[in-house]
């Protein structure tokens, strides 16, 4: 899957040391982006080996088979909301990291948040207790499961019906906002 995958080839890169420049800036940038825990004497065992050529194509047609699934990410999410912003009523962008390979869909990853200590940035408690957009599915997530406030401009039109539709019905409620 993309998560092995991924971690496999950005602890390579890690590993490089100094060869890692001769790789392209795309595959740099990309692999910046992939948390790889610095513990060299367990992650050797997790690096492949082959020549520089054969690991930038490779990690080039991962980037591209990712980026075919359209997931959200942080650059779809307002700055700094998982810090500043609260999230009751707004519209959240679920970590793929917190679902199965299996759900990694945009569908799967926006959700409405409704109420709970999650809401507030700087509450003891994490719980939010939201409705998916794509399915309606209502359950609770804690407040790290996000990745943060999704921008109104990335905002789907499937998610955009479902959000009005939701709000009608929760109108009596005090309602919700978009954003």
Known sequence: ????????????????????????????DWQSKIYVPPDRGHNRY?????????????ISQVREAYDKLELFGPEHC????YEALGYEGRVLVLSPDTLKESCWTPQNQLWLAHDGFGCRPHAIGRSIR??????????????????????????????REKLEE???QNAGMGGMRMT
């Not at 899957?1 to 740099?28: H, I, P």
């Not at 997790?46 to 490779?58: K, N, P, Q």
């Not at 943060?148 to 990335?154: A, H, P, R, S, Y």
């Open 1 to 28: 899957g993309f998560k092995r995958t991924n971690f496999v080839l950005a602890n390579t890169m890690e590993g490089l040391g100094f060869y890692r420049e001769q790789l392209s800036a795309e595959s740099r």
């Open 46 to 58: 997790f690096e492949v080996d082959t020549a520089l050529l054969y690991l930038d194509t490779f």
């Open 78 to 81: 307002e700055p700094n909301s």
């Open 130 to 159: 939201c409705t998916c957009l794509g399915d309606e599915e209502m359950t609770r997530w804690n407040r790290t499961d996000f990745t943060g406030v999704l921008k109104e401009d990335f905002l789907p039109g499937w998610a």
């Open 166 to 168: 939701l709000q009608g």
